[in-house]
Structure formats: structure tokens, C-alpha cells
């Protein structure tokens, strides 16, 4: 079922309020897309990388983990193709001063007339489109003059790519097999962001499949299949998941095949992940630019080939949106509105809130042992500030999944009630064994 209560102002206002993901820099008025990640944000984008590690290292035993650097040898972005053409074409009006992608003005506001789209207006007066490297460059070096040139990373595909042999050795792995890396990249965009879907700094969850050329498209195919699962396992509505194929004219120059795994968002259907076939573009370009043989030498055989690479290419805040939107919901509780983060639980910042039902009695102190006893195996809240259904409702707006309220009886009997967020159902468990409990109901499928 499509949710049509969510926008994307709801959501923005939320991670606001609850202190999820702000706009940076907001003292001196903030800076163009570009956000900082508060307490419970940054608790739920550690929840969505571990998962995708899980999905790519602990699930499986062909993928190998990687850190490679952010600034690495200029040369990288000549051979990778990104110094000549990873641009965007832009055009500045003369009028307003402002600077558009020219490929996007029927989706953009005039700066002057919001209503209209640039060059729309007969005072508009836009230049012919320029290339802009979307590449952010720094210097190395003590005197600017004298430093040498060098780039942020806007993907961190290539790092992989440039330890390929070394990989190759240590890990002692033969096609097919993946190497996967979480990291930031950076790209100095221009088009409005529409929150975190499109920043100038971002996480990006990237894994290189090294396989055979001939199996190339078999693992195309595998990976489309587990990418979109991967998200249907987190909970996401596959109703508002699909693959897009990518037509000729818009596949990148290293890609014969490309799908988009897309999600519904408020701002419509759009690009979560994108999954390549990147065929043996990347090593070929590098072992010409380093003169260094990247390829694989089977010793059964003798054969020697350079592998194709088949790759899916995710975003960290992206994901985060989709399922912060996907999650989102609104209802009514005895009369009273609520906000819910529906998460599943894998992913939600806090797992299980603990609350004395009274702030006297004895409560307070058996629910702090309960609270130290359960916060060894999952994260958990402490909470005894105001009436419980303010305290449900603070839970609720943060996606926690189960409360554990502590009562007269649990002094009588060391149980407590246990609610669940979604159906609200309330059942009498043991104190002993609470812990474990809430864990097995944290497992994804
Ligand atoms: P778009 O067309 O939206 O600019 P892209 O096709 O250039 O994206 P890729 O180069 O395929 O993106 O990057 C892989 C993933 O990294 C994207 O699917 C997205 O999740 C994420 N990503 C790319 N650029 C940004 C950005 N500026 N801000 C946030 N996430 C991004």
C-alpha cells in the first residue's frame, strides 16, 4: 500500500526535531547540501552500514573488506575517466546570478520568479552550457603554488580498484570474488539537494565483483536480485522498490549494462543504488596509466585474463532517507495523534526504552537494574521524564521497538510489561532472560 502520509517536510522536520541529521554549519547560516548526523542519526546510519557489511561479509564468503584512502594519486582520476568527463554541463544567468544544471531546468525555480523554470521568463538571460568537473581539488604540499594537485575521491570504486593486486595476493581469492568498502565521497553538486539525497560529502556502500568475462552477465544478474532484496529484508514496502535499466544514451562510458534500484520517495521515483556491469574497463585503463599487470593468473591452468567487474554502487544517506520515508507513519492512539518510525528493528537507533511506570516506590530503581541488565546485549533508553504516554509517544517518533515498563507487580513478581511499537500488544515477561529475548526479535529474516 502506497504511504501517502509521509513528505518529505515531515521527515526533514522530524530528523530536526529528534536531532537525526541537521543542516551544518547552521551558526553562520548553514552551508548548501550538506548535513551533520546528531545521537539517534548517527546510531541509525551505523544500524544500515552493519547490515550492508552483514549482507556482503558475514552472509557470504566471496567478499573481502577494504579502507583505502580518500585523496589518492592524482593519476587515478586520469585513468578512471573522471578528470575529463565526470561533468555536469551547467549555465549561469546573467540576470539573477545563479548558476543551473542545464540538463534540469524544467525541474528547477527562475532565481528571480519561482514559478517560472530558468529561461523561462523574458528577463532571463542564461549563457551557453559549460562542462563542470564535478571533482572537489585540494593541494598537498606546504606552498600552495608549488603542491601538487589532488582530488576528493567522488566514488570510492577506484581505491578498490588500485589495490586489486594486492588484494588478489593477501586474500589469496580468485574470481569470482568481490572486494566491498564504506566511505566518503564527495561532488560538488549543484542542483538542489532535496534533503540528504543529494549532498556534496556521502557515504557511498561500494563492492567490486571480480568474475570471468563469460560469467559476467550471470553475476549482473545475481546482484540485481540481491541488492533489491537486501532493502525488502529491512523492511522497505517492495511496492515502492523497482530496477530500472539504464537506456544507451544514458549509461557511463565504463558500463555496458546498468540497472537503478529505485525507490518512491515523496519527490517521486528515484535512484537508491545503482548496479553496473563495468566489464574490465577499470583495470584495463589502470594497468595502462601504471604500467602494473592487473589481471588474474589461474595456477591450475596458466590462463591469464583480466577479470570484468560487476558492481553495486549504494548510498549511506540515501538508504537512510528511503527507509526513515518508507517508515514514517501516522496514527491514532485513544484519540491522540502519533508519529511512528516503523524501522525494522535491525536498524532502529534504540531498540528497547525502559520506563518506571511511577518516579517513586521502588520503580525507578528496579528499572535502572533492568535498564543496566538489557543494555549489555541491545542498545536501550532510560526514560522516567513525564506521564508514560508521553514517553511512548518519544519512543515511537524515534522507531524504538519494544518498551519495558516496570510496575507494582514487577516488585512483587520481577516481571514487566513489554509493548510493541506496532500493534501496541502489551505482554507480562520475565526480568530474568529479558535481554536475550529482545535480541532474537532483532534478527533480519
Ligand atoms: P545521481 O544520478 O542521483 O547523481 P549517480 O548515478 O551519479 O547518482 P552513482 O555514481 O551511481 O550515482 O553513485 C552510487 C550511489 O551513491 C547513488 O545511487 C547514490 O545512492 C549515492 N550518491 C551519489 N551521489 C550522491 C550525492 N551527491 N549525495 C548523496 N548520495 C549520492
Known amino acids: 500500500m502506497l504511504n501517502d502520509v509521509v513528505t518529505m517536510d515531515k521527515i526533514v522536520s522530524l530528523c530536526k526535531r529528534r536531532g537525526f541529521i541537521f543542516p551544518a554549519s547552521e551558526i553562520y547560516g548553514g552551508i548548501a547540501n550538506t548535513y551533520d548526523y546528531g545521537h539517534y542519526g548517527v546510531l541509525l546510519k551505523n544500524n544500515v552500514v552493519a547490515q550492508w557489511w552483514k549482507s556482503m561479509i558475514q552472509d557470504r564468503d566471496d567478499v573481502v573488506a577494504l579502507d583505502s584512502a580518500i585523496i589518492q594519486h592524482p593519476r587515478t582520476w586520469e585513468a578512471s575517466g573522471h578528470l575529463a568527463g565526470f561533468t555536469d554541463p551547467l549555465v549561469d544567468c546573467r540576470t539573477c546570478k545563479q548558476r543551473f544544471r542545464a540538463d534540469h531546468l524544467g525541474e528547477l525555480e527562475c532565481g528571480r520568479k519561482p514559478s517560472k523554470h530558468p529561461g523561462e521568463d523574458a528577463q532571463c538571460d542564461l549563457t551557453e552550457a559549460r562542462e563542470f568537473n564535478l571533482m572537489f581539488e585540494t593541494t598537498i604540499g606546504p606552498v600552495k603554488e608549488a603542491g601538487a594537485t589532488v582530488y576528493l575521491r567522488p566514488e570510492t570504486a577506484q581505491g578498490i580498484f588500485l589495490d586489486f593486486k594486492q588484494v588478489l595476493q593477501f586474500a589469496r581469492r580468485k574470481p569470482p570474488f568481490g572486494i566491498a568498502q564504506v566511505g566518503k565521497s564527495f561532488r560538488n553538486e549543484i542542483t538542489p539537494g532535496n534533503f540528504i539525497f543529494r549532498t556534496l560529502e556521502f557515504e557511498q556502500m561500494e563492492m567490486e565483483f571480480f568474475v570471468p568475462p563469460a560469467e559476467a552477465q550471470h553475476w549482473f544478474e545475481h546482484w540485481l536480485r540481491e541488492r533489491l532484496d537486501w532493502y525488502v529484508r529491512l523492511g522497505i514496502d517492495p511496492e515502492r522498490l523497482r530496477l530500472r535499466a539504464h537506456d544507451a544514451d544514458e549509461l557511463s562510458h565504463y558500463s555496458s549494462a546498468t540497472s537503478d534500484v529505485e525507490y518512491l520517495f515523496p519527490i517521486g521515483w528515484s535512484e537508491l543504488e545503482g548496479i553496473a556491469n563495468r566489464g574490465d574497463f577499470d583495470l584495463t585503463q589502470h594497468a595502462r596509466y601504471s604500467g602494473e599487470r592487473l589481471e588474474y593468473a589461474d595456477p591450475q591452468t596458466g590462463e591469464r585474463y583480466v577479470p570484468h567487474v560487476i558492481e553495486p554502487a549504494a548510498g549511506v544517506g540515501r538508504s537512510m532517507l528511503a527507509f526513515l520515508c518508507d517508515a514514517y507513519d501516522e496514527d491514532e492512539i485513544g484519540g491522540e495523534r502519533r508519529t511512528v518510525l516503523r524501522l525494522h528493528p535491525a536498524l532502529a537507533p534504540v531498540k528497547v526504552a525502559v520506563l518506571p511506570l511511577l518516579r517513586r516506590d521502588g520503580h525507578p530503581e528496579l528499572a535502572r537494574q533492568v535498564y543496566e541488565d538489557v543494555r549489555r546485549q541491545v542498545k536501550a533508553e532510560y526514560d522516567d521524564g513525564g506521564a508514560i504516554g508521553r514517553r511512548y509517544r ?20 520481577r516481571t514487566v510489561t513489554l509493548r510493541d511499537r506496532d500493534t501496541l500488544a502489551q ?3 520475565p526480568i530474568d532472560g529479558l535481554g536475550q529475548l529482545l535480541a532474537g526479535r532483532l534478527t533480519v529474516e
Not at 394 to 400: S, W
Not at 401 to 412: G, K, M, R, W, Y
Request: avoid cysteine; charged fraction near 35%; glycine fraction near 4%.
Open 427 to 429: 505482554e507480562r515477561v
Open 394 to 413: 518519544r519512543q515511537d517518533e524515534i522507531g524504538t521497538p519494544f518498551a519495558v515498563t516496570i510496575d507494582h507487580q514487577s516488585l512483587e513478581d
